[in-house]
């Protein structure tokens, strides 16, 4: 995306979790939550089913210990990207550009960036620049040209590791949250190492905006930066 002419973006690990990450994506929305649209992306959920089935309804419905659908918003809809090729551009394009957020739910990053492909989406993003992309988890992730291996769940034919590269730096989310033994700050080091490119460990309380360009970390919690 051209730095001068571009959406916003808030990447979290943990979703809004705190004051700080809020306040920043109310300043970044330029209006009270409370005022604003907002479309939910559950897509990523799907590349690690079973086991989301359950977790899938509950980000949707705004149950869950990583807000985003239960911020307040003055409206929710839902945008399901496995069903965007079948129902034609102009039926949800135009729902898209009028809506403030997009609220992009973690689950597997390289299923989402295959599917945020395929459905037209990711093409459509560089023209959003009214909109704030709100991302969780994997949500964040497919924005980094690179995941890691450590990410790799659901495989491209293509194979590889490659999302959709519009900012240039990855990330390694849930830094020493104890539901992910696998993502301590040694994992993340040894992560560092192999991706080509910067990248940002994050725990649940940080988050990553980037503004015209202008990246910037949100945290009540911990992270790191590597300089790849």
Known sequence: MDKDDAMKLLLTSGGVSNQSIRDALADMLGKPIEEATALCVP??????????AVMTWRQIAGQTSTPMVELG??????LEL?????IGADNWVPLVRETDALLVCGGDVLYLDHWMRKSGLAELLPSLTETVYVG??????????????EFVG??????????????DFSIFPHLDNPMCPENTMADAEKWAERVPVPGYALDDESAITVVDGTIAVV??????????
């Not at 897509?43 to 989301?52: D, V």
């Not at 969780?136 to 291996?149: D, F, I, N, Q």
């Not at 945290?219 to 790849?228: D, K, N």
């Open 73 to 78: 918003w003055k409206s929710v809809g839902m």
């Open 219 to 228: 945290s009540e919690g911990h992270w790191r930066h590597f300089e790849g």
């Open 43 to 52: 897509t990523a959920m799907y590349g690690m089913y079973p086991r989301t």
């Open 82 to 86: 496995t069903a965007l090729p079948s």
């Open 154 to 167: 659901w495989k491209p034919s293509g194979g590889g590791d490659s999302a959709l590269g519009m900012v």
């Open 136 to 149: 969780l988890s994997a949500g964040s992730m497919v924005m980094a040209p690179h995941v890691g291996e």
